[in-house]
């Protein structure tokens, strides 16, 4: 796991807070690291003031078992999407696709690059391998979510996974910055299974969810 110690400051009070930065992880390995993305406890540090401080991710994530490798950056990169994007597939290509060694290209086999923004973007693409879901799908689903309950996420929030109860999948408001969660909405998974299999009405905004960026914020969002 390789890491290293950075120090920034505390955003409340400006005090400087230690961090062991992690850059990349396998959590075959390490699976008490997914844990921590999981519970939100990784990279987090208490401060003198109170505050729970909690240093944005730059890291990549590899699960051979689960053919999923992912580039997390800070949310605040999300309006440089296109850049980071293109970014992270070329790291994929050097370090398992195209242009790397033929012992890498097998581990690489049948991996999709994904690149996320912020921590709850990062924990819904675990979620959704966890379940077993289809990634273009779970997007298709949070669309209609907004479009039959007139969802309008706020400035700064976002539509993301948060789990299953049930028979639902459970979709939630949250503040990425902070990870504040706001209104939560219980998606029956049949949903899922229905789109999956009948896709027709749904094939032409899937053609738009293509590339290491798969979310559907590309679609609203204009690449600086």
Known sequence: MPSQTVTNPCPSCEAPLEFEAVSSMNPVRRPDLKAAIMDHSLQRTPCNCGASVRLEPTLSYLDPDQKLWIVARPYPDLGDWKNQEDAAQALFDQALGADAPSVAQEIGQGMSPRVVFGWPALREKLYARDLGLDEVVLECMKLALMRNQEIVPEAGQELRL????????????????????GDTYGTPR????????KPGPWESLQSQLVGPFLDA?????DPR
């Open 190 to 197: 049949a949903l899922h299974e229905e789109i999956k299999a």
């Open 162 to 181: 948060v789990g299953e109860e049930g028979e639902n999948l459970v979709i939630a408001l949250i503040w990425p910055l902070t990870e504040s969660t």
């Open 217 to 221: 914020q590309r679609l609203f969002i």
